[in-house]
């Protein structure tokens, strides 16, 4: 009966309308689609919600041969098979999760030539066992989707997909085609060099969300903030990301008091609990499930009307991916981070205590400081975020918290100068808090200690309150002429570009997150 689906003609548009019941190809579709059913190699970067799924599963559709996908996740995959056997595809999936019993007649289903598409985990593709499965059997296509977990550069490196750059060999002129949502050029360069795509043709389009509106806050009083920006979308569905388990479960049980019904979710709770509560979500139309970075990947919820993050992300693209999540209906959908220097600390020493190598290290806090670029920037946060994927953007998109309330800016060449002279003096060996105390001339058992009591820093930034200083030290740091070093407790020290500003050959500009005091806004006047 389903071969009826495809008998006449199986022109991808007759599939596209007849499987799918869609009317035409969106953006890039089309071309993709068809360089890949004509049996050419395709690198497909494509924003999340774009409709990267139809890119392999259409040409599955027209080749001989059973599309054989490479999936990361078992439940992504579970979602995919179960979608496409709605729709009257013949899909399957071989994975870990298959009874004994299940996955003979799966086997059978490919040796009998009956699959139009086979989902596969990388580690089972590559087995022995697999490459005879397949031997006999038409391969129409290989898909490699979430392709950037191949580069040690994204933000989901998997080592069982460096394996697959054995397939171009193994089975030439069969046509592949990765996929991801992750276009940032490190990431895009190294899909193509380990997976052999060196002349694939590479697909992009553009990265901007133009229904997604940006909101970054300072972090204050997290649950307060969080509490009025939910009250804003009552009767929707979102995600709230944490950075730890135990700060989901906190957040989960404290929002569910306050009368907002909520869901935790992350890698630690027990399967059962976890299915039911992603299911939960994928059903409601008014669940707030609160969740770690665990959650999302492959998730296809149209409605999420809303993402919040309580802490900064590790990097651009995961707050680009974990954002991305909203507003795949195109409907209009609200972002919103609050953050603050505890977290950038927290990042700086998750980065530097792991074990990746020094190398990998570098392009980590790179990636880092690029975010917390996006944060203190003052022009429009949708600017920030392409210009990061390489991407212009002419600014004024009026849909950011910058744009919406442009953020007054201030001259603070004398202040900067006088926090690096601060950091400078104290020989580079402090975080921000205790130079902060020095600022102020806050007498307490440390600045007594270290002598700071005694030096003309000492005092020196009382007419500009100590949150200032603390917004003034973050934004030095995300215009990089400060770092933060964990070998050395979390001490600031100076980068080479603050010679500039001590020799006033460069102006600082700080944007203003708080009303300065009174007698501080006089002094910048002046
Ligand atoms: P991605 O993998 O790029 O995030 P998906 O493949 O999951 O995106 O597609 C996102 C949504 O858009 C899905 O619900 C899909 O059915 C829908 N979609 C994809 N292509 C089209 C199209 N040409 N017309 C209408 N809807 C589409
Ligand atoms: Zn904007």
């Given at each position: 009966s389903t071969d009826r689906l495809f008998d006449a003609g199986r022109t991808p548009l007759d599939v596209l309308k007849r499987v799918y019941g869609y009317d035409?190809?969106?953006?890039?579709?089309?071309?993709v689609v068809e360089h890949v059913t004509a049996g050419g190699d395709a690198v497909v970067l494509f924003p999340t919600g774009a409709g990267k799924s139809l890119c392999f599963q259409i040409p599955s559709l027209c080749r001989d041969g059973v599309g054989i996908v490479v999936s990361p996740l078992i439940?992504?995959?579970?979602?995919?098979?179960?979608?496409?056997?709605?729709?009257?595809?013949?899909?399957?999936?071989?994975?870990?999760?298959?009874?004994?019993?299940?996955?003979?007649?799966?086997?059978?289903?490919?040796?009998?030539?009956?699959?139009d598409l086979l989902y596969v985990t990388p580690e089972r593709l590559v087995t022995e066992g697999f490459a005879e499965l397949i031997g006999n059997a038409r391969i129409a296509l290989f898909a490699i989707d979430e392709a950037h977990?191949?580069?040690?550069?994204?933000?989901?490196?998997?080592?069982?997909?460096?394996?697959?750059?054995?397939?171009?060999?193994?089975?030439?002129?069969?046509?592949?085609?990765?996929?991801?949502?992750?276009?940032?050029?490190?990431?895009?360069?190294?899909?193509?060099?380990?997976?052999?795509?060196?002349?694939?043709?590479?697909?992009?389009?553009?990265?901007?969300?133009p229904n997604i509106s940006y909101d970054i806050v300072e972090r204050d009083q997290p649950r307060q903030q969080l509490l009025r920006f939910l009250s804003r979308h009552k009767d929707a569905s979102g995600i709230v990301y944490c950075l730890s388990r135990a700060k989901v479960e906190d957040t989960a049980e404290w929002l569910d008091k306050q009368g907002i019904r909520a869901l935790p979710y992350h890698a630690g709770l027990d399967r059962a609990v976890r299915d039911a509560h992603q299911d939960a979500f994928l059903k409601d139309e008014n669940l707030c499930l609160v969740a770690t970075v665990a959650f999302g990947m492959g998730i296809d919820k149209p409605d999420v009307r809303y993402v919040a993050h309580l802490d900064l992300p590790g990097s651009v693209e995961a707050y680009y991916q974990e954002t991305g999540r909203a507003g795949r209906d195109g409907q209009p959908s609200e972002v919103w981070?609050?953050?603050?220097?505890?977290?950038?600390?927290?990042?700086?020493?998750?980065?530097?205590?792991?074990?990746?190598?020094?190398?990998?290290?570098?392009?980590?806090?790179?990636?880092?400081?690029?975010?917390?670029?996006?944060?203190?920037?003052?022009?429009?946060r949708r600017q920030a975020i392409l210009a990061h994927f390489g991407e212009g953007h002419p600014g004024g998109c009026g849909n950011c918290d910058t744009c919406r309330n442009p953020v007054e800016t201030w001259d603070g060449t004398e202040a900067a100068i006088t926090a690096l002279a601060a950091v400078y003096r104290t020989g580079e060996r402090f975080g921000a808090g205790h130079?902060?105390?020095?600022?102020?001339?806050?007498?307490?058992?440390?600045?007594?200690?270290?002598?700071?009591?005694?030096?003309?820093?000492?005092?020196?930034?009382?007419?500009?309150?100590?949150?200032?200083?603390?917004?003034?030290?973050?934004?030095?740091?995300?215009?990089?002429?400060?770092?933060?070093?964990?070998?050395?407790?979390?001490?600031?020290?100076?980068?080479?570009?603050a010679r500039a500003v001590f020799r006033r050959e460069r102006e600082v500009r700080f944007r203003k997150d708080r009303p300065v005091s009174v007698k501080a806004a006089r002094n910048q006047r002046s």
């Amino acid at each position: 009966s389903t071969d009826r689906l495809f008998d006449a003609g199986r022109t991808p548009l007759d599939v596209l309308k007849r499987v799918y019941g869609y009317d035409a190809f969106r953006g890039k579709q089309q071309e993709v689609v068809e360089h890949v059913t004509a049996g050419g190699d395709a690198v497909v970067l494509f924003p999340t919600g774009a409709g990267k799924s139809l890119c392999f599963q259409i040409p599955s559709l027209c080749r001989d041969g059973v599309g054989i996908v490479v999936s990361p996740l078992i439940a992504l995959m579970r979602d995919q098979v179960e979608a496409l056997k709605q729709l009257g595809v013949r899909a399957a999936a071989l994975n870990s999760s298959l009874s004994r019993d299940e996955a003979i007649a799966v086997m059978r289903a490919v040796r009998t030539g009956e699959l139009d598409l086979l989902y596969v985990t990388p580690e089972r593709l590559v087995t022995e066992g697999f490459a005879e499965l397949i031997g006999n059997a038409r391969i129409a296509l290989f898909a490699i989707d979430e392709a950037h977990c191949v580069s040690q550069w994204g933000h989901d490196f998997r080592p069982e997909y460096r394996a697959l750059d054995c397939l171009a060999e193994r089975y030439p002129g069969v046509p592949r085609i990765a996929l991801t949502a992750t276009a940032d050029p490190h990431t895009r360069d190294d899909i193509i060099e380990r997976l052999s795509l060196g002349t694939a043709r590479v697909f992009t389009t553009s990265f901007d969300r133009p229904n997604i509106s940006y909101d970054i806050v300072e972090r204050d009083q997290p649950r307060q903030q969080l509490l009025r920006f939910l009250s804003r979308h009552k009767d929707a569905s979102g995600i709230v990301y944490c950075l730890s388990r135990a700060k989901v479960e906190d957040t989960a049980e404290w929002l569910d008091k306050q009368g907002i019904r909520a869901l935790p979710y992350h890698a630690g709770l027990d399967r059962a609990v976890r299915d039911a509560h992603q299911d939960a979500f994928l059903k409601d139309e008014n669940l707030c499930l609160v969740a770690t970075v665990a959650f999302g990947m492959g998730i296809d919820k149209p409605d999420v009307r809303y993402v919040a993050h309580l802490d900064l992300p590790g990097s651009v693209e995961a707050y680009y991916q974990e954002t991305g999540r909203a507003g795949r209906d195109g409907q209009p959908s609200e972002v919103w981070m609050a953050y603050g220097m505890a977290d950038v600390l927290q990042r700086r020493r998750m980065i530097d205590e792991g074990d990746a190598a020094e190398e990998v290290k570098r392009v980590e806090r790179a990636k880092l400081n690029a975010l917390l670029a996006i944060c203190e920037t003052a022009s429009c946060r949708r600017q920030a975020i392409l210009a990061h994927f390489g991407e212009g953007h002419p600014g004024g998109c009026g849909n950011c918290d910058t744009c919406r309330n442009p953020v007054e800016t201030w001259d603070g060449t004398e202040a900067a100068i006088t926090a690096l002279a601060a950091v400078y003096r104290t020989g580079e060996r402090f975080g921000a808090g205790h130079v902060i105390d020095v600022l102020m001339g806050t007498v307490n058992e440390k600045t007594e200690r270290f002598g700071h009591v005694d030096m003309p820093v000492f005092g020196a930034g009382k007419d500009i309150a100590a949150r200032t200083w603390q917004s003034v030290f973050r934004q030095l740091l995300a215009m990089g002429l400060i770092r933060i070093d964990h070998t050395a407790y979390g001490a600031m020290k100076l980068e080479p570009e603050a010679r500039a500003v001590f020799r006033r050959e460069r102006e600082v500009r700080f944007r203003k997150d708080r009303p300065v005091s009174v007698k501080a806004a006089r002094n910048q006047r002046s």
